[in-house]
């Protein structure tokens, strides 16, 4: 396996489970669990699974987005660009939750979109994996 690439198991996904991966995280945990400080932009990588991937659409998304944000600003920035039904297929009516789908930070399962994302020293992965009802449980 290269470095970069990431093995999913969609089995401990759809159960809720901790998103196991098979990357091996930096040594300096410091600097992939911070927050980006005031005027710090974030370079965040958002990969589209099941059926938000698409081949008209670059997978990864890069993204550079402002100090401070939250994974509510890279759905709304993913909603810029992909459209409305994006937006409606990802978050609840009130914008807090998510709908159909499982939205993970580095690995690790984000509960809601108000969860900011970290600075790492290089791109943030963020991985958004869409269900179909009947696949999510």
């Known amino acids: 396996m290269e470095d970069g690439e990431t093995n999913v ?39 589209l699974f099941g059926r938000m991937a698409n081949p008209d659409v670059a997978n990864p998304v890069p993204l550079r987005l402002a100090a401070g944000c939250t994974v509510r600003d890279v759905i709304d920035e993913l909603g810029r660009r992909l459209g409305p039904d994006f937006l409606r297929s990802v978050l609840s009516e009130s914008g807090e939750t998510f709908n159909t789908c499982r939205v993970f930070l ?10 900011p994302i ?20």
Do not use: C, H, M
């Open 118 to 137: 970290p600075k790492a020293s290089a791109a943030t992965s963020v991985e958004i994996i869409l269900f179909r009802e009947i696949e999510g449980g």
């Open 9 to 47: 198991r969609w089995d401990a996904v759809a159960r809720g489970n901790t998103y196991w991966s098979s990357r091996r995280r930096s040594d300096d945990s410091a600097a992939v669990s911070r927050v980006a400080s005031t005027g710090e932009p974030v370079d965040v990588q958002v990969w």
């Open 106 to 115: 580095e690995g690790e399962a984000a509960r809601d979109a108000a969860v």
